[in-house]
């Protein structure tokens, strides 16, 4: 993968330096070292010291059984090296040993038992490196000296916490289309809300840079598992072709509003201050991590902070325009329908998670993601009401969006 990448990074800078030399030179101390400083990390490899690996990097247990994992060398040793077990929770998780004693030159797989006491979620058991002098700390180091272990109650709710991401990541990723088609099919994006949409393709574009930072950035990783040792990078490729699709398909309906009918839509004064400070806020945040006063891997969480609030007021603009105009014309309930599919059975299964490791403090701990799910499907309930029971029966002889934009 990275042979076929080079030449395109290497092809995107000579463009780069084109852009900014020909048509920004004000910005060629600026834009051109950023890029080369982003593009350096996403190819940067580690350097190849001695640690021990632990596998699987994360797995699950049945309360009251016994499992075991493995820990070997990421490469032979010249002498004996002696893995010191640390466990987050020793009255969790019971180990039958304390301590794995690795043969010179061995990289052969060691097995260690243990038994599951109590429930609990992400308990981890790491190398203890407390005691040693040259304590190796790379990229690898980071993500594969620990195992994090969950204790779950029941394999049948484990079964169907799997069923419902699957549901709600394909009802997601769908529910962009439904809109995309009801456009083509009118050839007409009059009752799509501007604002709606300008905010989604910014949220959008910040969520993929953050999903593709965190995967495919070696610099990014480093500075995460830095960070939060003992953990696991939040983000997994499909997360990745989410956001990348997500960003793809709302620029498609972007596009369909300058080639269809649009009457007098417009974005709204206040839409265009609040993303004027949005990508104020990233591009500041762009210039004091390149010069190195904030990790990449903050300046990837605080725009990923931008896209929460977009993801808090983005249906705002559209619930106004539709009591505006007495109808819901033009919006497509078909992605409202996917929308509250998936936000339901992602409540589900933070519910199902929460009872089956007895973690409820993570799900009300932690009220980001559950306050931004709730929030989603309040929202769509409004939309459903406007829909079938506002303004289902009302037909406008004419379609006027003279004031479908917020003019505040």
Known sequence: MSLVLIPIARSGRRFAKFVVRRRFPVMNSLLLPICLQFLLSAFATSDDCLFAVFEPRTDSV???????????????????????????????????????????????????????????????????????????????????????????????????????????????????????????????????????????????LFYSVYNCALFYVMLVQFQYLDAVPN?????????????????????????????????????????????AVLWSVAIVGLIVAAVGSISWFIYVTLISYAKLVISIVKYIPQVILNYRRKSTEGFSIGAIFLDFTGGICSMCQMFIIAYNMDEWSQLFGDFTKFGLGLQSIIFDVIFFVQRYGLYGRYNPMKESVTSSTLSY
């Open 231 to 275: 953990s696991v990078i939040p983000v997994q490729l499909q997360d990745v072709a989410f956001a990348v699709h997500a960003l793809l398909a709302t620029l498609l309906t972007c596009v369909q509003c300058f080639i269809y009918e649009r009457g007098s839509q417009r974005i709204s004064r206040i839409c265009i201050v609040l993303l």
């Open 62 to 204: 049945l309360l009251h059984a016994n499992k075991s994992f493995v820990v070997r060398l990421n490469k032979p040793s010249a002498e004996e090296y002696t893995v010191l077990l640390d466990v987050e929770y020793p009255d969790v998780l019971l180990l039958e040993r304390s301590s794995v004693r690795i043969p010179a030159n061995s990289t052969e797989p060691n097995h260690v038992h243990y038994h599951a006491a109590h429930l609990k979620s992400n308990v981890y058991i790491a190398e203890n490196r407390t005691s040693k002098s040259n304590v190796c700390e790379t990229t690898q180091s980071l993500e594969e000296n620990f195992v994090l272990i969950s204790v779950y109650r029941l394999d049948v709710l484990n079964l169907v916490s799997t069923i419902l991401g699957w549901v709600y990541f394909a009802a997601w990723t769908i529910s962009f289309w439904p809109q995309i088609l009801l456009n083509i099919r009118r050839k007409s994006v009059v009752g799509l809300n501007f604002d709606f949409l300008a905010l989604n393709a910014t949220g959008f």
